[in-house]
């Protein structure tokens, strides 16, 4: 276990009280990845990462990827989201989603996202955002 932030991640600027209280999501643009440390309010009573804290961090998988789409775009609503669990992540586990883009058409974003817990597989997502025009 290490608190030391890979290099190329820095701090996701993120100002809702919901995302101040998961804590800390690192973001990494040019290898589109995000990150973060599972801390002792993200455990389940079993004592690793919640799957609720794991949607979380995975809902958040379009911060990563919003450099490479064009445009300036504000808040981007989550459609769809799925994810599955293979491994737990333990107490102090840096937590990395790798994300790709799957496709971008008419006004929708789909993307999917490899997700480890100290470099071994911990979950993979899908998700679908709304990427028509700016909301507020």
Known sequence: MSDIIPYGFELMPR???YS???GP?????A???????VAHHHLNPAGVCHGGALATF???QFGAIRACLKGSRKFRPTLTLTLEYF???PLGAWIEAKVAVVSA???VVTTRAIITADGRLTAQSRATYHAGEDYP
């Open 15 to 17: 100002t809702d009280e």
């Open 105 to 107: 058409a008419r006004g």
């Open 87 to 89: 491994a737990p992540a």
């Open 58 to 60: 995975a809902d958040l």
């Open 25 to 29: 999501i690192y973001l990494n643009s």
């Open 31 to 37: 290898e589109q990845k995000i990150g973060f440390f």
């Open 20 to 22: 101040k209280a998961f």
